[in-house]
């Protein structure tokens, strides 16, 4: 939990930092939207190269990023071995079979037992998962000195791997613009930015600010309430629980004897939080001064004119190609 960086700001010296806020919510909206008009592989390769480029020239580290994305990894790995079994057009790229023997459930298990020990002593856990995964794959085909108990044919087609890479790809870009977002602009910037951008709809009775300050805080509060909870399990480890081990039940009971405490420090939170902005004579529906005033600059120009070549270049493609 502590390289998560969903919802947190990391101060930094880079472009991104020096953007106005409306200008950053405007152009991942547009980039976002663009992702979804590209319709194949390739497209969403060039998209991805492009976002690698962005953070690289806004001084982001690559590495901090990657590890606040761990907690996706695993979704992004099923996410691919799920295409890959249940997409079957396209002409086929692989066709074998698939042994269930005794040499191969014992390989099963041998590399289940290394893998364990593997992670107990090494912060790869996501790489060891997928050469794991890789691992099973290779002994269920190639293991067959014995008769099988079972078979099966397993045939990965070429739309499926396709299809595989392209959700996978997809993904990675969109949650790692939202990341950005949160990444390079204060808590207080993004309320006031999200607060002049809704500030239209007032006129249909939508309260802006409100809505604002409410997504402002929740977004705050992510990388608090995951601190917390780390607190909660470093403190219940001390005290022999182990959250890694054990039995499903065992691990059910050890999750609803973290919850419990989180529950009550998130109220105590809320209620610390309130306090503060009484004292501050916060009142909702009041207007209310600022003291930094949000004004564009000459980069955030050149970043609408990059935005619009991008939204433009997808129209494109999805219209030509």
């Not at 990965?156 to 969109?174: H, T, W």
């Not at 610390?272 to 909702?284: C, T």
Request: charged share 15%; aromatic share 14%.
């Amino acid at each position: 939990m502590n390289s998560i960086i969903i919802g947190q700001y990391i101060p930094g010296k880079g472009f991104l930092y020096r953007l106005d806020p409306r200008t950053k919510m405007i152009s991942i909206i547009f980039l976002m939207v663009s992702v979804f008009l590209l319709q194949n592989v390739y497209q969403l390769f060039i998209a991805f190269g492009i976002g690698i480029l962005v953070l690289l020239f806004g001084r982001i580290s690559l590495l901090k990023v990657i590890k606040g994305l761990k907690p996706i990894f695993l979704l992004l790995i099923f996410t691919f071995i799920f295409q890959i079994a249940l997409n079957k057009s396209g002409d086929v790229v692989s066709d074998t079979t698939m042994h269930i023997n005794l040499y191969s459930i014992g390989a099963v298990v041998l590399a289940f037992v290394i893998w364990r020990i593997l992670v107990r002593f090494n912060k790869l856990k996501m790489l060891l998962f997928l050469v794991f995964v890789v691992g099973i794959y290779f002994i269920f085909r190639y293991i067959t000195y014995s008769p099988d108990f079972y078979s099966f044919q397993f045939t990965i087609y070429e739309k499926g791997l396709e299809m595989s890479a392209f959700v996978v790809v997809r993904l990675l870009i969109i949650i790692t613009l939202t990341t950005i977002l949160t990444l390079t602009t204060k808590p207080t910037d993004l309320t006031q930015g999200m607060e002049s951008l809704l500030h239209p709809l007032k006129k249909i009775g939508f309260n802006s600010e409100e809505f604002a300050l409410i997504i402002s805080i929740s977004l705050r509060y992510i990388p608090t309430i995951f601190d917390e909870a780390q607190k909660i399990m470093l403190a219940q480890a001390s005290r022999g629980a182990d959250f890694s081990e054990g039995k499903l039940k065992d691990k059910l009971k050890q999750i609803v004897s973290l919850l419990v405490p989180m529950f009550i420090i998130a109220f105590i939170r809320s209620e610390e939080l309130a306090d503060a902005m009484e004292s501050r004579n916060f009142v909702p529906g009041q207007k209310r001064t600022r003291i930094n005033i949000l004004t564009f600059s000459i980069v955030d120009v050149y970043t609408f004119v990059f935005t619009l070549l991008c939204f433009a270049g997808a129209i494109v493609a999805k219209v030509v190609l």
